[in-house]
């Protein structure tokens, strides 16, 4: 979930016209593990102060496509938000690992 300082930003035309073209020159193929990317991940992390610099907001060289995994062992560490066997998908529900 967007912090309430991005979310207007999430919802801008630049945003979803950058991570759609972004996403579409990586085949939606996630950057590490190789699986269905779904995030436009910003290597650099957006800030208060940095999210109205495009050349780090809407910058592909900034970017990285991810799975949902993959963006939230990014986020939460090596082991993820849940134990090894269980994800989320993609309304937030908690399963198992296919």
């Not at 910003?42 to 963006?71: F, G, K, M, V």
């Not at 986020?75 to 309304?91: Q, T, Y």
């Amino acid at each position: 979930m967007a912090k309430a300082w991005a979310i207007k930003f999430y919802a801008s035309l630049a945003w979803i016209e950058c991570r759609l073209s972004f996403m579409g020159t990586k085949f939606f193929i996630c950057n590490r593990c190789e699986g269905a990317a779904t995030i436009a991940h910003h290597t650099t992390y957006l800030t208060p102060n940095n999210i109205s610099d495009p050349e780090i907001s809407l910058n592909h060289d900034r970017l990285e496509a991810l799975c949902h995994d993959c963006h939230t062992k990014e986020h939460l560490g090596k082991g993820g938000a849940v134990v090894e066997g269980l994800m989320f998908d993609d309304s937030g529900q908690l399963i198992k690992k296919t």
